[in-house]
């Protein structure tokens, strides 16, 4: 069964910090993705990534960036935190290229005050 | 507009009922449909692939019309369990997917 583990499920940040969400999948999945939901838009893709080392702009990367220096770690950086950045963020997985379904983590809820 | 499109209900019904859930999609070079299921406060979680042709597991049921860039989900015998918000999820390209808003379901005893 596919794991895909996020460090935190809550966390509270103050604006203008540094903060990291950190992502491990464990099935030798290619693509990893983040995501971020909130209530009345949905999951919006803030960033994915189909190798080690290469990322690829999702539809709201501003604000965002990401990390991938091993296959099964996919790293989300908040460069200085926000209050619009309140939210349940997603991390995912998939095999490969290729349409296949997407795993999630259980999410890490962070607040920004 | 919305790419994916779907009633956000919530659909209230009792044990036992069918209900029926639909979606729209914009993008007519849409490649893949999928249904999740999302439990309040957990993360999604595949439900089922929708194919062409229609496609069935247990009391679920799933179609496809490419034409009118619809897509539904049907459930019979609705369980108490199967009280969740339910994401109609479309592949638009390589490997993105675009999520609906969801529909709320509560089944009742």
């Known amino acids: 069964d596919v794991k895909v583990t996020q460090s935190s499920r809550y966390l509270v940040k103050r604006t203008g910090e540094k903060v990291f969400l950190e992502c491990v999948q464990d099935?030798?999945?290619?693509?990893m993705f983040w995501y971020r939901q909130d209530p009345g838009l949905g999951l919006r893709l803030i960033y994915f990534?189909?190798?080690?080392?290469?990322?690829e702009k999702g539809d709201i990367p501003e604000g965002y960036s990401v990390s991938r220096e091993k296959k099964e770690r996919f790293s989300l950086i908040l460069e200085s935190a926000s209050t619009n950045q309140t939210s349940m963020y997603l991390c995912?997985?998939?095999?490969?290229?290729?349409?296949?379904?997407?795993?999630f983590g259980d999410g890490t809820r962070l607040s920004i005050l | 507009r919305k790419e994916v499109e779907q009633d956000p209900g919530p659909f209230n019904v009792p044990e036992g009922a069918t209900v029926a859930f639909n979606c729209t999609y914009s993008?007519?070079?849409?490649?893949?449909f999928f249904w999740y299921r999302q439990d309040c406060r957990k993360e999604p979680k595949l439900l089922m692939s929708v194919y062409s042709s229609g496609n069935e597991d247990g009391r679920f049921t799933a179609q496809l019309n490419r034409a009118s860039q619809y897509i539904s989900l049907l459930i019979r015998d609705s369980k108490l369990s199967d009280s969740a918000t339910y994401l109609c999820?479309?592949?638009?390209?390589?490997?993105?997917?675009?999520f609906g808003t969801g529909t709320r379901l509560q089944v009742f005893p």
């Open positions: 999820v479309v592949r638009r390209g390589g490997d993105k997917l675009i």
């Open positions: 993008n007519s070079a849409s490649q893949s």
């Open positions: 995912a997985s998939s095999l490969n290229r290729g349409g296949q379904p997407q795993h």
């Open positions: 099935m030798d999945h290619e693509n």
């Open positions: 990534s189909y190798d080690v080392k290469m990322k």
